[in-house]
């Protein structure tokens, strides 16, 4: 079987811009192979934002967002493959999860809402592009999310070696992947980067804390971080999963004092993301190796504050296998490009809560007229 290549799209939750990695499949094998990230324009960053928080959004400015991301996406792919020399024909397809505005998986018409258009990717790369990972495990009574644990098994595949090891995204949302008696499960911790991003922007004018530094020279709030973890999501059994449309600023705002200092804030919604990440690892077991990636890996005072909630776990970064922190989640959606373009179900019942396990995803090929 020859080696095929795939390429991966994610812009998160962040809303900081889009990571593309480059993925080699080799039979059942997964290779990273290289990985660019492409920042938003200021215009369409603020734009994605208002959209998110808008309840008002009209049709007209949702439908243009929508073009404005794929030419976004396009742009990025083709920026991507020109850097790296390659040729769009070696490309088997694109994964690109599209920009998450809405997340609704428990109302009685349950959704959620990524924006991208498969067809003008595939017309503007001349590779087929697949989309909507998530429709389908919805529609089986999922979550739809968060659907990495089923790259992360892929990895490191079925077996009792794997049991007391975790993997934790720490993105604009937080999302673990544990293993346990050869089962894979994952959900969404709760807020990750977004809470203290939002604060940053806000209060401090800059777009995220850069090495938890705001964090290292304010004091944790103990008082208002338990206001923050009565929240009822933080207490309720998995399979579960979030975003902007629970964890925002309107969120944040009414329940902090107005007196509050503005950097003890930033050290508190640290805190809020490291105990809730560990109180979920703690419902697993006491101990354990703890596999980072995503943004707010890079975060100095976050690990510390982890590393104190979890004294028994052992940290390593996903490099140790293969892949870089920064494109875990976007080579995750090369390799789901990959099942659905062979017919290959995505396995994420014991994750999402879905009944059984479908084909995910949404194929747009080139125009017929394209040389590949």
Same mark, same amino acid.
């Given at each position: 079987?020859?080696?095929?290549?795939?390429?991966?799209?994610?812009?998160?939750? *962040? /809303?900081?811009?889009? =990571?593309?990695?480059?993925?080699?499949?080799?039979?059942? +094998?997964? #290779?990273?192979?290289?990985? $660019?990230?492409?920042?938003?324009?200021?215009?369409?960053?603020?734009?994605?934002?208002?959209?998110?928080?808008?309840?008002?959004?009209?049709?007209?400015?949702?439908?243009?967002?929508?073009?404005?991301? *794929? /030419?976004?996406?396009? =742009?990025?792919?083709?920026?991507?493959?020109?850097?790296? +020399?390659? #040729?769009?024909?070696?490309? $088997?397809?694109?994964?690109?999860?599209?920009?998450?505005?809405?997340?609704?998986?428990?109302?009685?018409?349950?959704?959620?809402?990524?924006?991208?258009?498969?067809?003008?990717?595939?017309?503007?790369?001349?590779?087929?592009?697949?989309?909507?990972?998530?429709?389908?495990?919805?529609?089986?009574?999922?979550?739809?999310?968060?659907?990495?644990?089923?790259?992360?098994?892929?990895?490191?595949?079925?077996?009792?070696?794997?049991?007391?090891?975790?993997?934790?995204?720490?993105?604009?949302?937080?999302?673990?992947?544990?293993?346990?008696?050869?089962?894979?499960?994952?959900?969404?911790?709760?807020?990750?980067?977004?809470?203290?991003?939002?604060?940053?922007?806000?209060?401090?004018?800059?777009?995220?804390?850069?090495?938890?530094?705001?964090?290292?020279?304010?004091?944790?709030?103990?008082?208002?971080?338990?206001?923050?973890?009565?929240?009822?999501?933080?207490?309720?059994?998995?399979?579960?999963?979030?975003?902007?449309?629970?964890?925002?600023?309107?969120?944040?705002?009414?329940?902090?004092?107005?007196?509050?200092?503005?950097?003890?804030?930033?050290?508190?919604?640290?805190?809020?993301?490291?105990?809730?990440?560990?109180?979920?690892?703690?419902?697993?077991?006491?101990?354990?190796?703890?596999?980072?990636?995503?943004?707010?890996?890079?975060?100095?005072?976050?690990?510390?504050?982890?590393?104190?909630?979890?004294?028994?776990?052992?940290?390593?970064?996903?490099?140790?296998?293969?892949?870089?922190?920064?494109?875990?989640?976007?080579?995750?959606?090369?390799?789901?490009?990959?099942?659905?373009?062979?017919?290959?179900?995505?396995?994420?019942?014991?994750?999402?809560?879905?009944?059984?396990?479908?084909?995910?995803?949404?194929?747009?090929?080139?125009?017929?007229?394209?040389?590949?």
């Amino acid at each position: 079987m020859k080696k095929r290549l795939y390429l991966g799209v994610m812009s998160g939750t *962040s /809303l900081d811009g889009i =990571d593309i990695a480059l993925i080699e499949i080799n039979q059942s +094998q997964i #290779n990273y192979v290289s990985g $660019e990230f492409f920042p938003y324009q200021t215009e369409l960053r603020q734009l994605i934002e208002q959209t998110c928080h808008d309840d008002k959004v009209s049709l007209q400015s949702l439908g243009e967002l929508q073009v404005r991301l *794929s /030419l976004s996406y396009a =742009d990025a792919i083709n920026s991507f493959l020109a850097i790296n +020399q390659l #040729n769009p024909s070696i490309i $088997e397809a694109i994964g690109c999860h599209g920009q998450t505005v809405y997340h609704q998986p428990n109302s009685d018409f349950p959704f959620s809402l990524q924006l991208v258009d498969p067809s003008l990717l595939a017309a503007k790369t001349n590779i087929p592009a697949v989309t909507d990972f998530r429709s389908m495990d919805i529609v089986l009574g999922g979550q739809g999310a968060p659907l990495i644990p089923a790259f992360h098994q892929a990895l490191l595949g079925n077996g009792r070696s794997n049991n007391n090891k975790a993997l934790l995204n720490i993105g604009g949302m937080a999302n673990v992947t544990l293993f346990e008696q050869d089962q894979v499960f994952g959900f969404d911790t709760g807020p990750g980067n977004v809470l203290i991003d939002l604060w940053v922007q806000k209060y401090f004018d800059l777009p995220y804390d850069a090495d938890g530094k705001i964090a290292r020279e304010g004091t944790v709030d103990e008082e208002l971080l338990d206001v923050l973890l009565s929240e009822p999501y933080f207490s309720e059994p998995f399979p579960k999963s979030t975003g902007r449309e629970y964890f925002n600023l309107t969120w944040l705002e009414d329940r902090i004092p107005a007196t509050t200092n503005e950097s003890n804030v930033v050290s508190t919604l640290t805190a809020l993301t490291a105990k809730t990440v560990a109180e979920a690892l703690l419902n697993s077991s006491k101990q354990g190796e703890l596999i980072l990636f995503g943004g707010g890996s890079h975060n100095k005072t976050l690990l510390t504050m982890l590393k104190q909630y979890l004294p028994n776990w052992h940290f390593s970064p996903s490099n140790n296998l293969g892949i870089p922190a920064d494109y875990m989640e976007a080579a995750a959606f090369a390799w789901f490009a990959y099942l659905r373009m062979n017919e290959m179900p995505l396995q994420l019942s014991s994750v999402t809560g879905a009944k059984n396990s479908g084909i995910c995803g949404v194929v747009a090929l080139p125009p017929a007229s394209s040389e590949r």
